[in-house]
């Protein structure tokens, strides 16, 4: 049926983007913000940087036992990977897990086999570091492509990287994931291919979506990661139902133990909507074996934590739902993997929720429809992306262990862009699902009235065929 | 199902029945058996003469008895139900199945999508359809959508919503809607409403096995006051379909729920003023019988679409403007519209407000005489 004509040569176009030239471009649609529509998103390009060069962060004080996150509050720092019961929460600011400081340096070395998996390989390593990686660079391409108007629109996860495939590398594909929409790393971890996340911006007849959601809105079946919807904090009721199935499923088995656990991740502002009160209390009440999994990174849009809440992040809710929480450093993969391993542990072995908070903060803009520099400015963002850059924490780790160094980083960072690259242009020439499928998918069979009014409109557009024709 | 094609979908005798004595919106007395409203004949396989509610209650049964993955749950649900629809359930299935949830809608909607996401079957219960707007970003954007935004990659089509609805004479504004238009506006979920028992069990049996969600509405002045013999077997009746109450040649009625019992009266007057009815019962709303309404108009070439929902924007809206598309020719009277008024359910006026059988009496002369 309808094929879309390419809309740049792929050649010229991964010219373009190799050599970093953003063109000016009008398709930044205002889809997801709330203020004007945005006449440059160019600001971006000149504070978020690649991580292939570690950047100099002696001036960060890395022996402080208190830390600013989200929200300008101090809130002190802790090595003890505790999952706080309702009844047991510190008095005072709800303290943060770390395992690692900002220079990567194990900050309890006594503990470290307690909160680093002892059998810790130099390949599962290297594995999180290229899959952080290859997000980063997904993500400034990605970008370009949308500045270039060849995807409509684009969000990246700069600054949350750890908090993906730290959490991601403590689950299993038979662990269930609903997620919000900045959660493209944890998808990467569990298998999506360069090719379906391509398809999927592209809307193209590869896309497992069918072309039908904007971009970003990825699902996956096979890797048991539910599609994404727009309308935030919907996911957090059904990812308590989610759970309550595998444990009935359990139970019908004869076992007391589901085969999984369901973690349902959302951000600070999400935590605003009514659906996470009901969702916890749901969740709470009906013993669900579920992880929710909160990204605090200090903005909903534009909107900081200030105006969002008055209390003591999100972790601090917990109690009052009678729900076991644990606060964590979101840009120490070690204490993301460690609090998620044991809060699944938890959740399984028990039969209830648990609640996790991560503290980093989002590098990017909310997307590429929003300019973040019009409500924060550029210092803070380039001080957050240089003195705790996730990635860089991780590095710095790895290299001490010897697992990378500046040469290999800087051909991982080649091989994934080049990776990018190729699923960029292949997705480009593939054309859009066939017409027909519009009517696909309402219902399970097509009723007489769809039925009905697709032959009417594929009559229509026989009719008119050039206005029909060509790029969608 | 054998009885769905050949016995449920016949025309059958409807009885009388009185429009006082609502049912008691919270703890209902003893159930009174006022009258039968479909007076289906006893089966000879089994049969038990029973009102709504109860086979509300006998349809989750036979559907918990069936799929062990079916659960049930809303406010209220674990003792019974305040309409008692669940009464007995939990004792014969146990508390993981059949719980009451925090009083929260969202979250009993939300909590059914993802039971049903991950294949189970989850009967949810709204505990008034007037209640039902805090779930409505989870119905409309989220249950409804499941399906086609993850390319038929996931689906909820596992979840019904069952929710009682409608004017029971002193439910005021909230206690009295019928907000079906407003998710038969929304593509993606299927709207149904039993008019008395049999189709009750068959419907929600129906809706319960579909594999789409469903918004399963009861209208709870029937919960008590309509009498069948159901059969005590497990049967569906097919969603969809409508069905001829009553054939006729002189001009068409079509209805859904509680409001057949008003056109019943409004047929009857008809008659007994030499006016010959079709009466047809909808059934499911969302999608609806197209076919058999525009045959029935073809027919008669006069139709009159009554519910108790506010004219504006109302289910009648839809069907009075398919129809004037498909049978323009044939139609020899505008389509009339006999509803609720666009005003809030007004408590002390209700008898005022609602599209009664004297008002559809005028419809029916008024087309008649046009």
């Known amino acids: 049926m309808l094929r879309a004509a390419s809309r740049l040569s792929s050649h010229r176009a991964a010219r373009a983007i190799l050599t970093e030239s953003s063109s000016t471009s009008s398709a930044s649609a205002l889809l997801f913000s709330k203020s004007a529509p945005l006449t440059s998103t160019s600001s971006s390009t000149a504070v978020i940087r690649s991580f292939s060069t570690l950047h100099d962060i002696s001036a960060v004080d890395i022996t402080s036992d208190s830390r600013i996150y989200a929200g300008d509050v101090p809130l002190p720092l802790t090595t003890d990977c505790t999952i706080f019961e309702a009844d047991d929460v510190p008095t005072g600011k709800y303290p943060v897990f770390r395992v690692m400081d900002e220079n990567g340096v194990i900050r309890d070395s006594s503990k470290g086999p307690e909160y680093i998996d002892p059998n810790l390989t130099e390949e599962h390593a290297v594995k999180m570091f290229r899959t952080m990686a290859r997000l980063n660079v997904m993500d400034n391409i990605f970008l370009n492509a949308q500045r270039q108007g060849r995807i409509s629109f684009y969000m990246s996860s700069q600054g949350e990287e750890a908090v993906h495939i730290g959490s991601a590398s403590a689950l299993d594909n038979k662990d269930v994931i609903f997620a919000q929409y900045r959660e493209t790393g944890v998808l990467m971890w569990r298998g999506f291919t360069m090719s379906q996340f391509a398809d999927q911006c592209f809307s193209n007849s590869g896309d497992l979506g069918k072309g039908r959601q904007m971009p970003v809105h990825y699902g996956s079946r096979a890797l048991n990661f539910h599609t994404i919807s727009s309308p935030l904090t919907t996911q957090l009721p059904q990812a308590a139902g989610s759970a309550y199935a595998m444990k009935m499923e359990a139970l019908r088995n004869g076992k007391d133990r589901a085969e999984g656990v369901t973690v349902c991740y959302f951000g600070d502002g999400a935590a605003s909507e009514g659906d996470f009160h009901a969702a916890m209390n749901i969740a709470a009440t009906m013993n669900c074996p579920i992880i929710f999994f909160c990204r605090n990174n200090g903005f909903a849009i534009s909107t900081p934590v200030a105006d969002q809440y008055r209390g003591d992040g999100i972790a601090s809710r917990a109690k009052g739902y009678g729900m076991a929480s644990i606060r964590v450093d979101g840009n120490d993969l070690f204490a993301v993997n460690a609090a998620t391993a044991r809060a699944k542990e938890l959740a399984l072995s028990e039969n209830r929720p648990v609640l996790i908070e991560t503290m980093s903060y989002r590098v990017g803009h909310h997307s590429t429809s929003d300019d973040s520099t019009r409500y924060r400015s550029t210092e803070e963002i380039k001080k957050w992306d240089t003195e705790d850059n996730p990635i860089d924490r991780f590095r710095r780790y790895c290299e001490t262990r010897g697992w990378l160094d500046e040469e290999t980083v800087q051909t991982i960072r080649d091989e994934e862009k080049i990776n990018v690259l190729q699923a960029l242009e292949s997705a480009e020439k593939k054309g859009p699902p066939e017409l027909s499928t519009m009517f696909d998918d309402v219902y399970k069979e097509k009723t007489p009235e769809l039925e009905r009014q697709e032959a009417k409109l594929l009559e229509h557009v026989a009719k008119y065929p050039e206005r029909y024709s060509g790029p969608i | ?370």
């Open chain 2, 1 to 370: 199902m054998s009885l769905r094609a050949a016995r449920l979908l016949t025309p059958r005798n409807v009885g009388r029945l009185s429009r006082s004595s609502p049912s008691k919106i919270h703890a209902p007395s003893t159930p009174q058996l006022i009258s039968s409203f479909s007076t289906a004949e006893p089966e000879t396989t089994g049969t038990t003469r029973m009102n709504l509610f109860t086979a509300i209650n006998e349809g989750m049964r036979t559907a918990m008895q069936t799929d062990p993955t079916a659960i049930t749950f809303g406010e209220d649900v674990a003792f019974g139900g305040v309409f008692r629809c669940s009464v007995g359930l939990r004792e014969e299935f146990g508390s993981s199945r059949v719980f009451n949830t925090p009083l929260c809608e969202q979250g009993i909607a939300g909590f059914g999508i993802g039971y049903a996401a991950m294949g189970g079957t989850a009967i949810a219960e709204i505990q008034f359809a007037d209640y039902i707007f805090p779930a409505f970003d989870q119905l409309v954007n989220e249950a409804a959508k499941f399906r086609y935004r993850s390319g038929n990659q996931w689906n909820c089509g596992g979840l019904t919503v069952r929710t009682p609805c409608g004017a029971v004479g002193h439910g005021g504004h909230y206690h009295s809607q019928s907000p079906e238009a407003y998710f038969t506006h929304t593509p993606g979920l299927k709207v149904v409403m039993p008019r008395g028992p049999v189709d009750a069990k068959g419907l929600l049996l129906a809706s319960i096995r579909s594999p789409d969600p469903v918004i399963f509405m009861e209208p709870k002045v029937l919960y008590r006051a309509a009498v069948d013999d159901v059969p005590d077997e497990d049967y569906e009746v097919e969603l969809g379909k409508g069905e001829i109450m009553r054939s006729g040649t002189d001009v068409t009625i079509v209805g859904w729920g509680g409001q057949l019992r008003v056109l019943e009266k409004a047929c009857d007057l008809a008659e007994q003023n030499g006016i010959s009815c079709e009466l047809i019962d909808l059934k499911t709303l969302a999608p609806w019988d197209i076919e058999l309404v525009t045959e029935s108009v073809m027919k008669t070439g006069k139709l009159v679409v009554s519910h108790e929902a506010p004219l504006t924007g109302g289910f009648a809206a839809e069907i009075s403007s398919t129809i004037q598309e498909e049978c323009f020719l044939s139609l020899e009277a505008p389509v009339q519209r006999v509803c609720g008024a666009d005003t809030p359910f007004p408590l002390v006026f209700e008898k005022f407000y609602v599209p009664d059988d004297l008002k559809n009496f005028e419809a029916i002369k008024k087309v008649m005489n046009y």
